[in-house]
């Protein structure tokens, strides 16, 4: 099955940073998915982004298919954005959705 | 609107015990649906997931089963709980362009 790594594995901001996460998947895919759990464990689909970019408030996503990469960028980074965010790409032709391992932010005030 | 439902939220049950856990789909019909283990250390393992009405396919051997008795509703079961069975388990069902998770169960097995 598609391979999914994730960096950093942690990473810790003050409010108001910007970061850059990235996911690296080792086969092609039909669909991708971002998505972040908060520290209660609710899972949030961030995006839908099998290819190209897009935008949503201070959060942005692209994905770049052929070279099997995609990056999250937040902006301005907020104490709520704490949490754990997860690639999470669909190999095509398949039905199942694979984790990555994560990466763990922490956004101090 | 499309939801998904998820009970219960916490359960401690001992070794040895069975295990239902059930989730419901509201709002669409036919979809994908999947359960998932979370254990400590953040990253998800999906055990069952189910492309219609009866039918499962399961992604790792283990202790546990899944059924869909109805288009929208997912079981996970055990008939005998071991300790290694402690974990966040978490239900989702997806469309083509969106995946939604339930809230999930926090299941700790003393």
């Known amino acids: 099955g598609i391979q999914v790594e994730q960096s950093p594995p942690d990473l810790i901001l003050q409010e108001g940073a910007n970061s850059t996460l990235r996911c690296n998947f080792s086969?092609?895919?039909?669909?991708l998915q971002w998505f972040h759990q908060n520290p209660w464990g609710q899972l949030i689909n961030l995006f839908y982004i099998p290819s190209g970019t897009k935008q949503n408030g201070r959060l942005s996503a692209t994905t770049v298919a052929t070279e099997r990469y995609s990056l999250l960028y937040i902006s301005s980074s907020q104490t709520t954005d704490s949490g754990v965010y997860f690639c999470v790409p669909e190999e095509g032709g398949s039905y199942i959705p694979t984790f990555g391992r994560g990466t763990s932010l922490i956004v101090h005030p | 609107s499309q939801t998904i439902h998820q009970w219960p939220a916490t359960l401690v049950q001992p070794v040895g015990s069975p295990l239902s856990l059930e989730c419901t789909v509201e709002?669409?019909?036919?979809?994908?649906l999947y359960w998932y283990r979370q254990a400590a250390g953040r990253g998800l393992q999906l055990l069952f997931y189910?492309?219609?009405?009866?039918?499962i396919s399961s992604e790792v051997p283990q202790n546990l089963s899944a059924s869909r008795p109805q288009d929208r509703q997912f079981i996970l079961s055990s008939k005998k709980l071991l300790l290694s069975d402690s974990g966040f388990y978490l239900c989702?069902?997806?469309?083509?362009?969106?995946?939604?998770f339930g809230s999930g169960t926090r299941l700790t097995v003393v």
């Open positions: 086969d092609s895919v039909n669909n």
């Open positions: 189910s492309v219609g009405i009866g039918q």
């Open positions: 989702a069902w997806s469309t083509q362009e969106s995946y939604t």
């Open positions: 709002g669409t019909s036919n979809p994908n």
